[in-house]
């Protein structure tokens, strides 16, 4: 409880702007609903009356048992620990929670995906199923595998594809294959101890990275 208390502070929403008006109309059960969040894009699934479904990482769930403050608007402090402790749950928010002060694009992911969606009904009943406290992974079970699985059948995320592309990029590169060769050569020179045993994992690291770019 004394955890819960000191860690308060840093859970309290600091926006205090008056909320924006979502037109739920624009809304049916089965949407797959997307919103900007701090350094990704949050994805979450429409119930119907005014209700989303969505994975999200919260640390708050694991220090403490008040509901009603759990049940709060998961604000970007929680979230970002909830990330590192891989503490997360499918949970029912308002659409206004959900965005978290957002713009909400509805179904673009239909223009992203090559397999069709599943009926709005089949897909709202998925959604429901999975609802509870889960595992959090930022590359293998994240928000966006869950609303893909629910809407089009297959656990995916583009953004964790764009991601590990771009890590790819980086670190298989001629650069870095130059880089570990002169970092290895300036160690080896530096500790005195230029031997096979030390020569050979520098090679065969170089000539790995740089076969793989």
């Not at 979450?44 to 990482?57: E, K, Q, S």
């Not at 509870?132 to 583009?158: K, P």
């Not at 690291?205 to 793989?212: N, V």
Request: aromatic share 12%; hydrophobic share 45%.
């Amino acid at each position: 409880m004394f955890l819960y208390q000191l860690l308060s502070f840093f859970f309290v929403a600091s926006k205090k702007e008056e909320k924006p008006k979502y037109d739920l109309s624009l809304y049916k059960r089965g949407d797959l609903l997307e919103v900007p969040r701090t350094l990704f894009t949050h994805f979450g699934i429409y119930l119907g009356d005014n209700r989303v479904a969505h994975l999200i990482p919260d640390i708050l769930p694991a220090i403490t048992k008040d509901k009603s403050a759990i049940a709060k608007m998961v604000t970007n402090n929680r979230l970002i620990i909830g990330v590192i402790a891989k503490v997360a749950s499918v949970r029912v928010d308002s659409v206004v929670d959900f965005a978290y002060g957002s713009e909400i694009l509805i179904n673009h992911m239909d223009e992203v995906c090559s397999q069709p969606p599943l009926d709005g009904e089949e897909v709202g009943r998925r959604a429901e199923k999975l609802l509870g406290s889960v595992t959090y992974s930022l590359l293998w079970y994240n928000c966006e595998h869950y609303v893909m699985y629910c809407r089009y059948g297959m656990a995916i995320s583009y953004q964790t594809y764009q991601f590990c592309t771009t890590v790819r990029k980086i670190v298989f590169s001629k650069m870095s294959s130059y880089l570990t060769v002169l970092c290895g050569v300036c160690t080896m020179l530096y500790s005195g101890c230029v031997t096979p045993l030390t020569v050979i994992p520098v090679l065969l690291i170089s000539f790995t990275i740089w076969m793989a770019a």
